[in-house]
């Protein structure tokens, strides 16, 4: 087998407790091939940058702080033949990581991109147990909103599963390793941040439509440890990636313009506030996953909702959507 190169970005902004078992699970992989590493640091306070120099990695600088201008540096710092980003909480689960992520690109020309899903490990916190129930850790909302992974899949070899997607009907599995070259060769090239979700949407929109889920290997990411935790989380994620972007969004949860995606937005509304069904499908996620982290759903459904709707209503961006839409 021919192991080509790899290009990796982390973004860091004092990641002191995080950064260490990140690198020590990319460079203990049995690859044969050159990982090229960029650690794009926002300007750390800690002792991020030096644990990180003890790899053989390569220190990027990111004035603007913010993660996903680090990854739009490391882009187009990049020389492997395949892209990927990690964030620096997460870890590889498996020895041939890369060899597995990289085999059906080299098989398949069609395929664009790879990716795996998200694995629990023993000493996960509750909570992220619970919203890895779901292989690409979406919210009971964002499920609700998006397809289904079986949906999405044409497809199925000894090794991995072709996802075939078009407009309107893409997983948001967003941590892929890309052929590099074609992610240059669209808007992906233009935009100031690399916005994950963006570029799955760019390179669909480009004919790229096929993407390989590798379901025997993982990416361990614990980065739910409590409903405030989750609360930080939801808030910052619609003040960075939705909210004041610099650039056109290709990715929309929803379309405002539809009036079928207002009455899927309702029935949330019903299912979360109505708090029964909440219950009763916390007891199933339960019993089906044999995990008690399963009565999460209820707690997890009403934050992350009243969170969406607390910082549209408080946001002036947010409040001008919605008196358009109403």
Known sequence: MVFPSISIAIPTLNEHDHIEHCLNSIFHQKYQGKLEVFIVDGG???????IAKRFPVTILRNPLREAEYGKKIALMKSTGKYFMILDCDMGLVGDHWF???????????????????????????????????????????????????????????????????????????????????????????????????????????????????VPDIGIHHPFLTTLSNLVRKRKRNLETMYFNQPNKRYWTWIDWSKRSEFIKLFLWLMYCYTIMPSIIVGFYKSLRYRDPAGLYELPFNIMTTNVIIGSFITNKEGRVLLSKTI
């Open 44 to 50: 750390s306070t800690d002792d991020t940058v030096k």
């Open 99 to 213: 060899e597995k992520m990289v085999s059906p690109l080299e098989k398949d020309t069609e395929i664009v991109g790879s990716w795996t899903r998200f694995v629990s490990l023993p000493g996960d916190a509750p909570l992220n147990r619970y919203i890895t129930f779901d292989p690409i850790q979406r919210d009971p909302l964002f499920c609700f909103l998006t397809p289904s992974t079986s949906s999405c899949i044409t497809k199925k070899y000894k090794e991995y599963w072709i996802t075939e997607y078009r407009k309107g009907k893409i997983l948001p599995a967003s941590f892929c390793l890309y052929r590099r070259k074609e992610l240059l060769t669209t808007a992906v090239a233009e935009m100031k941040k690399y916005m994950e979700l963006d570029t799955m949407v760019i390179m669909v929109e480009n004919g790229r439509t096929s993407y390989a889920y």
